[in-house]
């Protein structure tokens, strides 16, 4: 049973809250997805390791990759059953933990990358993963969960105190935040994955009700190290001032991905036909498998695709709406942030709407560190979608004397 109570601006929010069963939509089509993904590694694995073989003259076996993806797949589906179970009382004490051990991997990285060590895997110039002999870690996933649990505990609290305008609060909220872009965009040159820090940062903020002058400040201010980091960045300028080239060497990556969208028609060209995945795509089982799933299994394919993660994010925003503590509302709002910001600019990327950017599909893409840390988001609200109330969140003005009452406002079985 939870119990708590939420003060703002003479305002009260208090309850008791008994658990009730959790929003299965979010765990069903959470499990969906793995296993779409699942499906569609097993059909182009197989494509990428003769590619692999072929280019570099390595000996990976043809099941290498549907073999990773299905532990991949295991242990996410146990990280999502733990985030479900392990109370969010407990989670929410090791937030500063996670948060500043996720910059603290993240500084450890760059050191080992300007050491030249083997332990820093760099590529094209990037080096954003830990190398364990085969086994690659991503810091800035830590930093993504992180981010959630830290904002939505200090933001709650400044509210709680009505110090949200106040240095207390601006002064963590920019540090935390700002370190966390400058490792990301600056130091590990990612910035598809700096973006969906920014979509968490900014949407967290204007829920958290901070007045709206701060919030477009801030907004600003996010924007303007953007722009310094794409300007500032040969490649970055390269990828936007070629974005509508007629060049084909400049469009190559996204022309093929078109083309296996096209190509897929209505229904698709059936599992196992992609041509494709063959060594025509770029990164054909990661960044962009949801070309290669048009090209599979057609348009209606990628609308049955969208449809789910469509509902899947609302459902998110519905639980983060029907919380009514703070803390926690912000939490699934942070979490709705992440996945949306991924799921729109892949697929957008994919679709010649933006410039490229390297970020992958949630649940779908091949890889480990990201498909473990969204199943940990996504089972941690799954788990607060147990304490949603029957109303969206309200704020009711009480007096200065039913400030001492200890009667909950709402009871919800």
């Not at 969010?88 to 050491?115: E, H, N, P, T």
């Not at 957008?348 to 840390?373: D, K, Q, V």
Request: charged share 15%; with cysteine; net charge positive.
């Amino acid at each position: 049973m939870f119990r708590g109570e939420q003060w703002m601006r003479g305002y009260r929010v208090r309850w008791v809250m008994r658990r009730h069963k959790s929003d299965r939509i979010i765990g069903a089509l959470t499990v969906v997805l793995l296993g779409v993904g699942l499906i569609v590694i097993y059909t182009i694995g197989p494509m990428r390791v003769n590619v692999l073989n072929a280019t570099y003259g390595s000996n990976y076996s043809e099941n290498y990759f549907v073999i990773r993806q299905a532990i991949n797949v295991i242990l996410s589906l146990i990280v999502l059953v733990v985030a479900f179970k392990l109370p969010y009382q407990v989670i929410r004490k090791f937030s500063k933990v996670v948060m500043f051990g996720g910059l603290a991997l993240s500084a450890l990285l760059a050191i080992l990358a300007v050491a030249g060590s083997s332990l820093a895997k760099c590529e094209l110039g990037a080096c954003r993963w830990f190398d364990f002999g085969g086994l690659s870690f991503q810091p800035a996933e830590v930093l993504k969960i992180g981010l959630v649990l830290y904002l939505a505990g200090l933001m709650a609290e400044r509210k709680k105190e009505g110090k949200l305008s106040s240095l207390d609060f601006w002064i963590p909220f920019a540090v935390v935040s700002g370190l966390s872009l400058l490792f990301v965009v600056v130091i590990q040159k990612d910035l598809g994955t700096g973006v969906s820090l920014m979509a968490i940062i900014l949407a967290m903020l204007f829920m958290s009700g901070v007045k709206i002058q701060y919030f477009i400040a801030t907004l600003g201010v996010v924007a303007a190290c953007g722009v310094v980091a794409i300007v500032s960045s040969p490649h970055r300028v390269e990828r936007l001032l070629t974005f509508n080239s007629e060049d084909s060497s400049d469009t190559y990556h996204i022309e093929n991905a078109m083309i296996a969208i096209g190509t897929g028609g209505l229904l698709g060209v059936g599992i196992g036909n992609s041509v494709q995945a063959t060594g025509y795509l770029p990164e054909s089982i990661n960044d962009s498998v949801f070309a290669v799933m048009g090209e599979t299994f057609g348009f209606v394919g990628l609308v049955v695709i969208v449809g789910c993660f469509t509902i899947l994010l609302m459902r998110l925003l519905r639980t983060a709406n029907y919380l009514q503590d703070t803390e926690e509302s912000l939490v699934v709002v942070g979490v709705f942030a992440w996945a949306t910001a991924h799921v729109v600019i892949n697929i957008a990327s994919m679709t010649g709407l933006i410039p490229l950017t390297g970020i992958t599909l949630p649940l779908l893409s091949y890889g480990g560190t990201s498909m473990l840390f969204t199943a940990a988001a996504l089972g941690l609200a799954l788990q607060l979608s147990c304490y949603t109330s029957r109303e969206p969140r309200t704020e009711e003005k009480v007096s200065a004397s039913a400030k001492t009452t200890h009667e909950p406002r709402r009871r919800v079985a």
